[in-house]
């Protein structure tokens, strides 16, 4: 097996179209968005926004912002062609104009749109602080660090030519790969006050969570790339991908989740281990035919770029699914007194976020609503005649969920 080795600069720059959707027959766990049927995704954040590049026949590719609500925004290009890299949570997104080997970094938001960072390079992400990494041309390509305060600062090497820099956290931590002295590839994290460390390892280091747990890939000795987690106090550990292909991990949100390839789609989570994406959906199965990029966000929505069984290519979004269940009690009830129906309202990434309503109806009439609370939702009322009352909890989903059928719990109202 040859030794798998990524450059995401050159991935996100020309976007290559790379997950196949074909039937399964399991239970489903995420629903898909076609964003676009002509575009390629580079980058999600916590609101279930995705950025990335519109690739238009016969005219220049051109950077785009997606949401719920707007759909795609052409976010356009100062000169050439744009590609946007990465997005934060205030809707700050990155990337570069120009042409491809002569690229130039900008800064776009809504308020301003987009403006010229002034230097050539690949902004590769953008935190909350708005502080940007990634890298910049050189004699030799170098990774930088970057601030509207202080500027575009290079943050060295491990002792050889060059650095890549792919992800940043909250805290300003950097991560990427540098060539040693000897000229060994080696993942690195970065920090304003303590500069550059070595990982220790041969790989490459794709992101990093705010905890400071990062991702990438490390050469196992045998010929293979693995994927791989690693923390300042474990060190580094396997995921576990051992099926005889190279693994890489593209990508952790600050719950720890990670999206990653195998030779298929996979998630990983400390407490689930390995899933293949196949068994969470029931109308696709995702299956990675080559590297590309994916990313996850802290709701655990994953943007992807998608080839369709017919050969056509989109830029998709994988969303949570909130299945929600129902029970009531007491149940028999009698008439004029009260009883509680709960709902409980779940997906894989966790519930939804507390002060979210679930909706109960007696068949096609509203009964009320609650706020829930670690995602449980209860409602009490009261009948005034005997028979059977069909219940529904209903969930309605937001910009990181969407909904299931609603739950239904039939109560018995005695005399």
Known sequence: MARLRVNLCKALAFGVLMFSIMPAATGQTYSMKILSRNAVEAG???SGEVVGTLLKRGAPSRAFLWTKTTGIQDLGAIRGVGFATAINNSEQVVGWFGTPGAEEAFLWTQATGMQDLGFAGIP?????AGQIAGNYDGSNTHAFFWTAATGLQDIGTLGGCCTQAFGLNNSGQVVGWSRTASADQHPFLWTQAGGMTDLGFEGQASAISKTGQVVGYYYNGYMDDRAFLWTATSGLQDLGTDNGYSSFAFSINDSGWVIGDADYFFLWSESTSLINLSQLTSSQVLNLRDVGISTINNAGQIAT???????????ALFTPIIGVSAVSSPNPSHVGQEYTV?????SIQGPPPDGENIEFYNGKVLLGSAPMVAGVAQFTTSSAKPGKLHIKAVYSGDVNYDPSKPAAVTQVVFK
């Open 44 to 46: 999600i954040n916590s």
């Open 124 to 128: 590769m992400a953008i935190n909350d």
């Open 305 to 315: 770029n998608a080839q369709l069984l017919n050969g056509e290519g989109v830029a």
């Open 342 to 346: 709960t709902a409980t309202a779940s």
